[in-house]
Antibody
Framework: EVQLVESGGGLEKPGGSLRLSCAASGFTFSNAWMSWVRQAPGKGLEWVGRIKSKTDGGTTDYAAPVKGRFSISRDDSKNTLYLHMNSLKTEDTAVYFC????????WGQGTLVTVSS | EIVLTQSPGTLSLSPGERATLSCRASQSISSSYLAWYQQKPGQAPRLLIYGASSRASGIPDRFSGSGSGTDFTLTISRLEPEDFAVYYCQQYGSSPLTFGGGTKVEIK
C-alpha cells in the first residue's frame, strides 16, 4: 500500500526540540523529493520545507519562519523522512504533514505538535 | 516569495450550483506550476488539479482548472454534497513553495 505515516509529535516547551518522522511505503522513496507542510489549529496550510532526492543533489529549502531552526533529513535505507525542530516557539504549534510532489501528491495523516509552557 | 491570494474567502452555494474560485499570484508562476487541493475537517488535503489544468488521478470531471501567469481559476461545474470543503491553491514552481489562504465552500 502506498502511504506516508508521520510520528513524533507531542507537547514541548518553548525553546525545546522535537524530531518528527515520516515512514514511507509502496513507492520508491529514494527517488522522491519530500516536503513538510504544517497547519496551525483553524488556519491554512503552510509549506515548511523540502529535501530533494540524493540523485538530484539532496539539497534542502526552508520557509522563512523556520529557516535556521528546523532541518530536514532523509534515510533512504529506512524509507524515512525527518524534521528536526529546534528553538521551538508557540507559533510552531500545528499538525505537521509529510508529502510527495505533484502529480502523486501523497500526504500522511499528520502529527500534532503543541508548543506550550 | 510568491504570494497567492484566494477569493472569495467564503462561497455560499447550494448543491447543483456552479462554484468559481480564484487564485491570484503576486508574480508570474513559471510553467503554470499551480495546484488546487481540497481539504475536509480532520483530513489531509487531497490534490485535485496540477499544472493549472490537469486533473489528478480519480478526480471527477466536474472539477476543472484554468489560467496562466498570475490568474488561476478552479471551477466546480455542479456542486455535489461531498464538495463542501476548503480549497487551497499552491504554487510549486519556485522556492519557497506557497499556499493561498483558502476558500471555504459552504452550503447555503
Amino acid at each position: 500500500e502506498v502511504q506516508l505515516v508521520e510520528s513524533g509529535g507531542g507537547l514541548e516547551k518553548p525553546g525545546g526540540s522535537l524530531r518528527l518522522s515520516c515512514a514511507a511505503s509502496g513507492f520508491t522513496f529514494s527517488n522522491a523529493w519530500m516536503s513538510w507542510v504544517r497547519q496551525a489549529p483553524g488556519k491554512g496550510l503552510e509549506w515548511v520545507g523540502r529535501i530533494k532526492s540524493k540523485t538530484d543533489g539532496g539539497t534542502t529549502d526552508y520557509a522563512a519562519p523556520v529557516k535556521g531552526r528546523f532541518s530536514i533529513s532523509r534515510d533512504d535505507s529506512k524509507n524515512t523522512l525527518y524534521l528536526h525542530m529546534n528553538s521551538l516557539k508557540t507559533e510552531d504549534t500545528a499538525v505537521y504533514f509529510c508529502t510527495t510532489p505533484v502529480p502523486a501528491a501523497l500526504w500522511g495523516q499528520g502529527t500534532l505538535v503543541t508548543v506550550s509552557s | 516569495e510568491i504570494v497567492l491570494t484566494q477569493s472569495p474567502g467564503t462561497l455560499s452555494l447550494s448543491p447543483g450550483e456552479r462554484a468559481t474560485l480564484s487564485c491570484r499570484a503576486s508574480q508570474s508562476i513559471s510553467s503554470s506550476y499551480l495546484a488546487w487541493y481540497q481539504q475536509k475537517p480532520g483530513q489531509a488535503p487531497r490534490l485535485l488539479i496540477y499544472g493549472a489544468s490537469s486533473r489528478a488521478s480519480g478526480i471527477p470531471d466536474r472539477f476543472s482548472g484554468s489560467g496562466s501567469g498570475t490568474d488561476f481559476t478552479l471551477t466546480i461545474s455542479r456542486l455535489e454534497p461531498e464538495d463542501f470543503a476548503v480549497y487551497y491553491c499552491q504554487q510549486y514552481g519556485s522556492s519557497p513553495l506557497t499556499f493561498g489562504g483558502g476558500t471555504k465552500v459552504e452550503i447555503k
